[in-house]
């Protein structure tokens, strides 16, 4: 025990308290600016098994904030933070997925005590936070908005606990990613430290953790605001997700590769969704239409199978799954990657 014999000193924490955190199993969804943060720190406070989930690999873009990561890094995030916190901690168990976590592979979180949901993915953050709630397994929440953080626990005992969707009831599309509109590295370390101490406190039974509380943070002004949250969400999340329309529109990509898109693009409408400041074209024939001004209930269908794209992806994808929550039998489709990994490919 001499390794963690700064914390058992506490008597908050104790060897009864360490023996919790040895017994633990948690997963980490988002191996990025929150996660490879994260996951250290629970690493090295003797957390017994981390899951670590991610299939992206690093880009040079990522490394002002995702600081446990190599130049030229070839492994995805999650085998390269197991790698690392294996050589922090090596009597801890880690296990890692070289996927996203999508509908497909989320059953395994059952097998854990806690998540924390690491992700800048909309849709993928709605799609935890359900299937904790249904499933009743605890969840840190944390994300990050250019010089703003948030963090809160959601403990899930039962239908009335609070979640994510009691603060804010339905994804917003139209809110860009880290990667579209940048971020301050030192608000993704902050964050990510804030969860990890959430995920001790709630584990170790100590202190007050953020249930049923919002907590802000502002990089600029070391401001903080702790929001009291109300249980205001009614709607029954299991006859929700029975929905054919609403399954397709949390679980569907319904993407094409620029590969493929290339191999045939006469054959493709292609839409831009980005605004004036943002927008390139792909090809001579592309149709600009900015999301700000986008109508999705004024949408018509082309006469061929429409490609909309954005700089990175996501937010043509949320709009391709918001147009099929409509009408499920539209032949529309995200361009994965978006421009930025077009102009990379083309390079």
């Known amino acids: 025990m001499g390794r963690y014999i700064r914390q058992t000193l506490l008597k908050e924490i104790g060897i009864k308290g360490q023996e919790k955190l040895s017994k633990a199993k948690l997963a980490i969804v988002g191996c990025g600016g929150l996660g490879s943060i994260v996951a250290p720190y629970l690493a090295g406070a003797g957390i017994g098994q981390l899951l670590l989930i991610d299939g992206d690999t690093p880009e040079i873009s990522n490394l002002h904030r995702q600081v446990i990561f190599k130049e030229n890094e070839k492994s995805s995030k999650s085998a390269a933070l197991k790698t690392h916190i294996t050589s922090l901690n090596s009597d801890i168990k880690v296990l890692h997925i070289n996927e996203m976590l999508s509908k497909k592979n989320i059953e395994i979180l059952k097998q854990y005590d806690l ?22 397994i605890p969840m840190v929440y944390g994300a990050i908005y250019k010089f703003e953080g948030y963090v809160s626990t959601f403990e899930n005992k039962s239908e009335s606990s609070i979640h994510l969707r009691d603060v804010f009831p339905q994804p917003d599309l139209t809110i860009p990613s880290c990667s579209e509109v940048g971020v ?61 329309s609403y399954q397709l529109m949390n679980c569907t990509n319904n993407e094409i590769s620029i590969e493929l898109f290339l191999k045939n693009k006469k054959a493709y409408t292609l ?77």
């Open 115 to 136: 998540i924390i949901e690491c992700t800048d993915d909309m849709m993928t953050k709605y799609l935890v936070n359900d299937y904790c709630h249904i499933n009743r």
């Open 184 to 244: 301050m590295n030192s608000i993704a370390g902050l964050i990510g430290i804030l969860q990890a101490n959430e995920a001790l406190k709630f584990i170790l039974k100590i202190g007050k953790p953020l249930i049923g509380k919002l907590l802000n943070y502002n990089v600029l002004t070391n401001e903080q605001m702790k929001l009291n949250l109300k249980k205001t969400w009614t709607t029954d999340l299991v006859n929700l997700y029975k929905n054919e």
């Open 271 to 347: 839409v831009s969704i980005l605004e004036d400041d943002e927008h390139q074209n792909i090809t001579e024939s592309t149709i600009r239409m900015p999301l700000s001004m986008l109508n999705i209930y004024e949408w018509e269908e082309t006469d061929t199978p429409t490609v909309f794209y954005c700089l990175t992806g996501k937010r043509s994808s949320a709009l391709v799954q918001q147009l099929l929550e409509d009408d499920n039998e539209l032949d529309i489709y995200s361009l994965t990657g978006g421009l930025k990994k077009f102009l990379k490919e083309k390079g």
